[in-house]
């Protein structure tokens, strides 16, 4: 099957470990269902794996990829969750310790084909299109929690978002306009800052720029280069939720800041099957469809590699098999 798999790591050249050919179709082991992906998304993570950060080199090579939607044997249409934990576990499997993500431990979406377990798949609401579908498992997913589960912010609630142009920053901004929250978003990109106020930002700065007045909530991916805005953007008593660090995860503490205005950092990663569910539910009774910057077949997948490398695009990118 033709798969993009990263087969080398270099964190100065990340995209030579990239390799778009034939690999095997996968087994299916018992009490997981295999799925011919109809359309699978690229996300930052991707990148960092062929950075070597988050996939270990003795699991290579590894088919990359974490988002995908599709059909499976026997004829039902799925999005795949993509988070594997320990199925014994139970309660929040964002807090499993050994839990993991598609393409970290086991083969990921960027192919014809892809095995996951049987409770990762979650029916396709018939009203989404495999394309949007597939934007939808991680990085929208990871702005759902963010939003709904881990910032406390309420209807009216002001929320910042930092680096409007990314995967997660585009879903933070359409989901928290479609559930009334006033919005702001950063992006060093004059057209970027347009787009965002295309897609339900109230008002757009450029990036480190002073706002008007402060907020209750910020929504933080960017990380080092943002990090102290956002601190400094928040009213006494609100929470930075961070999800990722792009641009460096060693953004010095703001400490004085954090303890005299009582400010919260709460850290937030993917979603649960069940925050899945709910997105695809929202984005049913809204009408909220996930922003695709383009959608390329999957044999040209290194083109979209360049373009997530070189931070120009402004929403998903979708592969289609
Ligand atoms: N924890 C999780 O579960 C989880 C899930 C998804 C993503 N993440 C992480 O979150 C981060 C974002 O992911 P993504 O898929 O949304 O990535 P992305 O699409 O590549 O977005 C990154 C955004 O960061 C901004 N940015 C990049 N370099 C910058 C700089 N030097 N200064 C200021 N802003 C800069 C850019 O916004 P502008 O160009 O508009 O300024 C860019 O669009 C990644 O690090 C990813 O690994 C974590």
């Not at 299109?129 to 990085?139: D, G, K, N, V």
């Not at 339900?200 to 007045?213: I, S």
């Not at 954090?258 to 919260?264: I, S, V, Y």
């Not at 490398?309 to 098999?321: E, H, N, R, Y």
Request: glycine share 10%; with cysteine.
């Amino acid at each position: 099957m033709l798969a993009a798999s990263c087969v080398a790591q270099s964190a100065d050249d990340p995209l030579s470990g990239l390799e778009v050919g034939q690999r095997p179709e996968p087994e299916v082991p018992d009490g997981w269902a295999r799925v011919h992906v109809r359309a699978a998304s690229l996300n930052h993570h991707d990148l960092w794996s062929l950075k070597g950060v988050g996939l270990a080199a003795d699991r290579l090579p590894m088919v990359l990829g974490c988002d995908a939607a599709g059909v499976t044997d026997d004829g039902a249409e799925v999005v795949v969750h993509a988070l594997v934990g320990d199925p014994e576990r139970g309660g929040d499997e964002t807090l499993d310790p050994g839990r993991s993500i598609l393409s970290e431990l086991h083969q990921g979406t960027l192919a014809e084909q892809v095995v996951v377990p049987r409770r990762n798949l979650v029916p396709k609401p018939a009203d989404l299109s495999f394309e949007q579908a597939a934007c939808l498992p991680t990085a929208w997913l990871t702005a759902y929690r963010m939003l709904f589960t881990q910032s406390g912010l309420r209807p009216g609630d002001r929320v910042l978002v930092q680096g409007a142009g990314g995967g997660v920053a585009t879903a933070a901004i359409t989901l928290a306009r479609a559930a009334g929250m006033v919005v702001l978003a950063t992006s060093r990109d004059a057209d970027r800052r347009e787009r965002a106020l295309q897609i339900g930002a109230h008002e757009v700065y450029e990036t480190g720029a002073r706002l008007p007045a402060r907020v209750d909530a910020v929504i933080e991916t960017v990380g080092k280069a943002t990090w102290s805005h956002s601190m400094r953007a928040l009213r006494p008593g609100g929470t930075l939720v961070v999800s990722g660090a792009t641009t460096g995860a060693d953004p010095g503490a703001d400490l004085n800041r954090l303890f005299f205005l009582q400010l919260r950092v709460v850290g937030s990663t993917m979603g649960t099957r069940a925050e899945l569910e709910q997105l695809l539910s929202f984005c049913v009774a809204t009408g909220v469809r996930p922003l695709i910057d383009d959608v390329l077949p999957l044999a040209e997948a290194r083109r979209g590699f360049e373009r997530l490398a070189a931070g120009d695009l402004f929403g998903k990118l979708v592969l289609t098999p």
